[in-house]
């Protein structure tokens, strides 16, 4: 049985792959020389032709990447680099707490190192070259460090969390560890802004003026309580914009890039903060979290009935069954269901950026949404031909051009 799991896991991998690449090629189909007729209006002739070449670059880039990426971790499962892994771990510590910290913290640290010249060719070359990056070599190397020191205290202390809950509760193991992951992912979803954002940005109460004043005013306008609103100084390390919501409760916030400010208009600033407030005023932050929670809980469920099946760590090579082993065979055999599941997702996340746009166009401008859509399009280099298989598979939002016709259409009431 454990022979059958080892293919189907490089089955899943391959194919994976396979249909990633044929979704990358469909969008390149979209690529054009001249100027669409669709687009013009949003992009000039010059800066269409930087935007195809700055997509034609990344297009590159990736397929090496992911290329690179689909290799070692093939070659992981083909010479049984996990059960590698795991005789280290187990060779250091017998706790099987600590060893399992071990496991995933050399997969993720070695990862990390290894990805790390790409994310430099990247950040330094591909993004330099199209005028975005704004990080200095210091920022990066601190990013780095800083990403390591809180994905090791939140992420290994909620494994370790989790795996002692199974030691203690076995059959049970899943509802606790739910109950578990639920609070936690409550809490980062109320103090996320207030406690990790800060480590790696500075965010500053957007200061009185014309532009808080007409915020406030749409605010309460709509009924929207909102006395924090933060800007983040998004240009440490991008000149790309954006703007999102986030919190719950007393603690929600909107949080502005400073690029997005210095690149818009005052209507159209609060156009997109409309559109922020919609998905409040529509429950889609709410939705999102229960829905996102339930899966969890389903995802635990399924884990708990194959944890102990001793054919799941023997497909990786391990005779013994452990925690971690099976954890990491579960993942790669869950990933299909998760890519079904991550359409669906698509889908309602495509018809809530509808109802948001419909917010913000009834209660405040179409015209001043459109035209700030159109300015962090252009700015940020978007896609805006996307082919419509990558869109139905990969877009959480509608594509620009979509959105616009749906605009236009509240123009005409």
Partial sequence: MHEILFWVIIGIIVIDFIFEKYLDYLNTTKWSDALPDEVKGIYDEAKYKTQQAYQRENHRFGILTSSFSFIITLGMFLFFGFAFVDNIAWGISANSIIAALIFFGILMFVSDI?????????????????????????????????????????????????????????????????????????????????LIVPLFNKQIPLEDGELRDAIKTFSDKVGFKLDNIFVINGSKRSTKANAYFTGLGAKKRIVLYDTLINDMEINELVAVLAHEIGHYK????????????????????????????????????????????????????YSPVSFVLGIFMN??????????????????????????????????????????????????????????????????K
């Fill in 114 to 194: 290894i990805n790390t010249p790409f994310s430099v060719y990247d950040t330094f070359k591909i993004e330099e070259k199209y005028g975005f990056n704004k990080t200095t070599p210091k920022t990066f190397v601190f990013d780095k460090i800083k990403g390591w020191l809180v994905g090791a205290l939140i992420g290994g202390g909620l494994l370790a969390l989790i795996i002692f809950i199974y030691q203690k509760t076995q059959n049970m193991f899943w509802i606790y560890a739910w109950i578990t992951i639920s609070a936690f992912t409550i809490f980062m979803a109320m103090f996320y802004s207030n």
């Fill in 282 to 333: 529509k429950k889609h932050v709410i939705q999102g979290l229960l829905i996102s929670l339930a899966q969890t809980g389903v995802v635990l469920f399924i884990f708990s009935l194959l944890i102990n099946n001793p054919n799941l760590s023997k497909a990786l090579g391990v005779d013994i069954p452990n925690f971690h082993i099976g954890l990491v065979a579960f993942g790669i055999l």
């Fill in 347 to 412: 889908i309602l996340s495509r018809k809530n950026e509808y109802q948001a746009d419909e917010f913000a166009a009834v209660n405040f401008n179409p015209v001043d949404l459109a035209s700030a859509l159109k300015k962090l399009s252009v700015k940020n280099l978007s896609n805006l031909t996307p082919h419509k298989k990558y869109v139905f598979f990969h877009y959480s939002h509608p594509t620009l051009l979509q959105r616009l016709v749906y605009l236009k259409s509240f123009e005409k």
